[in-house]
T-cell receptor, first 115, second 113 residues
Framework: AQSVTQLGSHVSVSEGALVLLRCNYSSSVPPYLFWYVQYPNQGLQLLLKYTSAATLVKGINGFEAEFKKSETSFHLTKPSAHMSDAAEYFCAVSGRKTSYDKVIFGPGTSLSVIP | KAGVTQTPRYLIKTRGQQVTLSCSPISGHRSVSWYQQTPGQGLQFLFEYFSETQRNKGNFPGRFSGRQFSNSRSEMNVSTLELGDSALYLC????????????FGPGTRLLVL
């Protein structure tokens, strides 16, 4: 079955520092991969998606992620953290043929930005 | 375009009752999916409807059901509520389905007492 792990349930960075949020997946078929962000009391917003085109994917708000098949990873980065980046981030994988695990979300990483 | 809307935003029910949640997708989107979000289990896929047909279903009991109307609006129903059903229920719409990019509504927060 598919699974998604996000290393670090909570990450703190200083404003202006590099943001690195880790995501590893397991999938027996070529996956589609996504990063979503959730602000307090809101739904999820798509940051970026990988669908087997370029391995380096650029998203909104200055975020990007690199698909590394050999490492089964899809880590999210941003060169310079901003206070407004404080939120919960979810990595998701889809692409299986079975119905019940069509899309799997990771447990999430809460990002804090220290002024 | 208007985003995904969900009503109501908050609900309080008691055990044994049933509840119906509503979701209006982005105009032109025919796929509507539902998710349950809890602190313990995270985000879990409930089911997906596409053009009024249930296309995919997660691993939830039959108490959780849904439907989609011809205008793509969707409802989710939970019967015989249990305390563990307290959660944020999120609806997402998409052009192509759960395997593609999804656009989420703000959610309905359900509290079961």
């Amino acid at each position: 079955a598919q699974s998604v792990t996000q290393l670090g349930s909570h990450v703190s960075v200083s404003e202006g520092a590099l943001v690195l949020l880790r995501c590893n997946y397991s999938s027996s078929v070529p996956p589609y991969l996504f990063w979503y962000v959730q602000y307090p009391n809101q739904g999820l917003q798509l940051l970026l998606k990988y669908t087997s085109a370029a391995t380096l994917v650029k998203g909104i708000n200055g975020f990007e992620a690199e698909f590394k098949k050999s490492e089964t990873s899809f880590h999210l980065t941003k060169p310079s953290a901003h206070m407004s980046d404080a939120a919960e981030y979810f990595c998701a994988v889809s692409g299986r043929k079975t119905s019940y695990d069509k899309v799997i979300f990771g447990p999430g990483t809460s990002l804090s930005v220290i002024p | 375009k208007a985003g995904v809307t969900q009503t109501p935003r908050y609900l309080i029910k008691t055990r044994g009752q049933q509840v119906t949640l509503s979701c209006s997708p982005i105009s032109g989107h025919r796929s509507v999916s539902w998710y349950q979000q809890t602190p313990g289990q995270g985000l879990q896929f409930l089911f997906e409807y596409f053009s009024e047909t249930q296309r995919n279903k997660g691993n939830f009991p039959g108490r959780f059901s849904g439907r989609q109307f011809s205008n793509s609006r969707s409802e989710m129903n939970v019967s015989t509520l249990e305390l563990g059903d307290s959660a944020l229920y999120l609806c997402a719409s998409s052009l192509f389905g759960v395997e593609g990019a999804q656009y989420f509504g703000p959610g309905t927060r359900l509290l079961v007492l």
